[in-house]
């Protein structure tokens, strides 16, 4: 079957950094995402690999090793407004998303 | 209108009732999905639809069905409500099925069935 596995919550302190991993087991890969959802809102794309290795966009980088099955969405320098649930899902062989349950991120002053 | 739009916001529904949640999009997207979202579980793929005139199974299709009958519009209708179907629904598009696109979703619209 298919799988994307995450940490159901984490806890972080404002302006330090975390690190949020996902780990896959997919039918076919045809790319990961990332995206984020504030409470009661809709998903909101974030970053997306195709490739391994980091892709850095501001002060989030999110990373892909293919053969590993893994990711990490990075977060760094840490805001209040970060505080959200980070899903992470793969595109299988079929161009369909497969989504993780999401994890929690708390951010604490 | 500018993205996706989703009615209605919210609805409580009695079991047995027939319900139509309906979705909009205005980005000449081909590609459109439903998702259901409850919670601890990841995003569930209802249908989808590739390009107007096609539709597709997803995940979870059971006591859903969908149409496609021109590029914007997708809606989802359930048959005849059961109170497992409670949840939240996002509808997606993309430009694409296929590539590099990311989905673009929707407000959501909460429904409770009793």
């Known amino acids: 079957g298919q799988n994307i596995d995450q940490p159901t919550e984490m806890t972080a302190t404002e302006g330090a950094i975390v690190q949020i991993n996902c780990t896959y087991q997919?039918?076919?890969?045809?790319?990961l995402f990332w995206y984020q959802q504030h409470a009661g809102e809709a998903p909101t794309f974030l970053s997306y690999?195709?490739l391994d290795g980091l892709e850095e966009k501001g002060r989030f980088s999110s990373f892909l090793s293919r053969s590993k099955g893994y990711s990490y969405l990075l977060l760094k320098e840490l805001q209040m407004k970060d505080s959200a649930s980070y899903l992470c899902a793969v595109r299988d062989s079929n161009y369909q998303l497969i989504w993780g349950a999401g994890t929690k991120l708390i951010i604490k002053p | 209108i500018a993205g996706i739009t989703q009615a209605p916001t919210s609805q409580i529904l009695a079991a047995g009732r027939r319900m139509t949640l309906r979705c909009t999009q205005d980005m000449r997207h081909n590609a459109m999905y439903w998702y259901r979202q409850d919670l601890g579980l990841g995003l569930r793929l209802i249908h989808y639809s590739n390009t107007a005139g096609t539709t597709g199974k997803g995940e979870v299709p059971d006591g859903y069905s969908v149409s496609r009958a021109n590029t914007d519009d997708f809606p989802l209708t359930l048959a005849s409500a059961v109170p497992s179907q409670t949840s939240v629904y996002f509808c997606?598009?993309?430009?694409?099925?296929?590539?590099?696109?990311?989905?673009?979703f929707g407000p959501g619209t909460r429904l409770t069935v009793l």
């Open positions: 997919t039918s076919g890969f045809n790319g």
């Open positions: 690999n195709v």
């Open positions: 997606a598009s993309s430009p694409e099925a296929e590539g590099t696109d990311t989905q673009y």
